[in-house]
């Protein structure tokens, strides 16, 4: 028989109509395998609820994520004493971490089972001038700066903030050596006296989140936690397309934007404020009502 021969007399093909064609490729697409994605998710509203208590479902459906190939690991304003802890409870050990607002990422030594890390990138800066401008405006405020070998020292007691291991200093030995951070907190004030002091004083020098409590939270210029999941996506080499992070507040602004505009998707908790949501563009449950468990569990 020749090839010729082989080929199908015209007419004889079964044709579908267009109609019917294009519902085939909608559910190809629906079943098509989802390539390895980078999981970026926010402790503080997003894993933990307030009372440290972990979000609904959230262990069940990190481990379902990760059965599915994908990275989940944290990117939070908490440094790695408080972090690691928080990915045990998990029952994760990422390949990174992203503490203290993005000043450090920590990077995993040995496979996928070991829980020995290391610094990976640390970022620093010099708090004399911050230190100065904020210690003249908020006299009755609280302080903690994060060194680069992760030992904090404080000058009076942090609500909320664990400080096993931390030093208590005076306030002018805070500047003595450059800094990852420096915390501010001020029981008195609220998050909206907090945004007017930035906006009277300018903090142009340095780069700043405020918290849904009465702190202010100040890292390197330039740096939060999307310059280092950037870095951690360079490394892993995952397209930004597949990128997925997860949040509640305004420290996670920029790792939102960062994702939306290259292809990725980012998805506010529910009870966060109005400008999370409009950087998410996508807005979950709360995490009372289990919104990261949701989430994955749909992936």
Same mark, same amino acid.
């Given at each position: ?11 004889? #093909? ?5 109609? &019917? ?14 390539? $390895? ?40 304003? $908490? ?9 045990? $409870? ?7 971490? /992203? ?7 920590? =990077? ?9 890390? &290391?610094?990976?990138? /640390? ?106 999941? &950037?870095?951690? =996506? ?10 997925? #992070? ?13 994702? /939306? ?35 994955? $569990?749909?992936?």
């Amino acid at each position: 028989m020749t090839d010729e021969a082989a080929l199908p007399r015209i007419g004889d #093909v079964d044709t579908s109509p267009q109609d &019917e064609a294009a519902e085939v490729v909608v559910d190809v697409a629906r079943t098509a395998p989802v390539g $390895r994605m980078l999981i970026a998710l926010d402790i503080d509203g997003t894993v933990l609820l307030e009372d440290e208590s972990l979000s609904p479902g959230v262990v069940d459906a990190v481990r379902h994520a990760q059965d599915a190939g994908h990275e989940v690991m944290l990117a939070t304003g $908490r440094s790695w004493d408080s972090t690691h802890t928080v990915m045990g $409870r998990l029952g994760i050990h990422p390949e990174y971490a /992203v503490c203290s607002n993005g000043a450090i990422v920590m =990077r995993r030594i040995g496979g996928p089972d070991a829980t020995d890390y &290391e610094r990976a990138h /640390v970022e620093t800066f010099d708090p004399t001038e911050v230190l100065t401008l904020l210690g003249e405006h908020l006299h009755d405020a609280h302080f903690l700066v994060e060194l680069p070998d992760g030992q904090r020292l404080f000058t009076d007691y942090l609500d909320d903030w664990n400080l096993q291991g931390a030093n208590k200093v005076a306030f002018a030995e805070l500047s003595h050596q450059p800094v990852c951070r420096v915390v501010v907190v001020a029981p008195e004030k609220t998050d909206k006296d907090f945004l007017q002091l930035v906006e009277r004083i300018g903090l142009t020098q340095v780069s700043y989140a405020i918290g849904w409590t009465a702190w202010l939270d100040i890292a390197p210029q330039g740096v939060n936690k999307s310059t280092s999941l &950037e870095l951690v =996506r360079e490394w892993l080499g995952i397209p930004p397309e597949n990128v997925l #992070v997860m949040g509640d507040g305004r420290n996670d602004i920029e790792m939102m934007q960062w994702a /939306v505009s290259h292809g990725g998707r980012a998805i506010a908790m529910q009870q966060g404020p109005a400008e999370v949501h409009a950087a998410a563009g996508e807005v979950g449950l709360s995490v009372s009502d289990g919104g990261v468990a949701a989430v994955l $569990r749909a992936l």
